[in-house]
C-alpha cells in the first residue's frame, strides 16, 4: 500500500523558514515525480516542486524559485522542501505527492497524494 506522509507544517512569521519532509513507502512501481502541491482556501490546488527520480533534478514555479529548494534522501526514501523567506500568501495546506508520469506532465491519473499537512504564515 502507498504512503505518503507529510511533516514539517505548523505556523512561522512572515520571512521566516519551515522544512518539509515526506516519507514514501509501498511503492510496487518506481515513480517518475516526487513533489509537492498546495491549496488555499478557495484557490485551486498549485505545483510547489518536483524532483524528478532519475536524476534529482528539481522544478519549481517561477513565482517559487529561489525561496523553495528540495532534496532528497534516497537512503530513506524521503524528500524535503525547505522553505525561506515565506510570505502569508504561501498559507495553504501542502500535499506530497508521487507519481508514475515525470515532472514535465504531472500529475497523471494515478498520482498518489499524502493527506498534507498546514502551513499558515502569519504577517
Known amino acids: 500500500q502507498v504512503q505518503l506522509v507529510e511533516s514539517g507544517g505548523g505556523l512561522v512569521q512572515a520571512g521566516g523558514s519551515l522544512r518539509l519532509s515526506c516519507a514514501a513507502s509501498g511503492f510496487s512501481k518506481p515513480y517518475y515525480a516526487i513533489g509537492w502541491f498546495r491549496q488555499a482556501p478557495g484557490k485551486e490546488r498549485e505545483e510547489v516542486a518536483c524532483l524528478s527520480s532519475s536524476d534529482g533534478s528539481t522544478y519549481f514555479p517561477r513565482s517559487l524559485k529561489g525561496r523553495f529548494t528540495m532534496s532528497r534522501d534516497t537512503a530513506k526514501n524521503t524528500v524535503s522542501l525547505q522553505m525561506n523567506s515565506l510570505k502569508p500568501e504561501d498559507t495553504a495546506v501542502y500535499y506530497c505527492?508521487?507519481?508514475?508520469?515525470?515532472?514535465?506532465?504531472?500529475?497523471?491519473?494515478?498520482?498518489?497524494w499524502g493527506r498534507g499537512t498546514q502551513v499558515t504564515v502569519s504577517s
Open positions: 505527492a508521487a507519481d508514475t508520469e515525470d515532472c514535465s506532465s504531472w500529475p497523471g491519473p494515478r498520482v498518489y
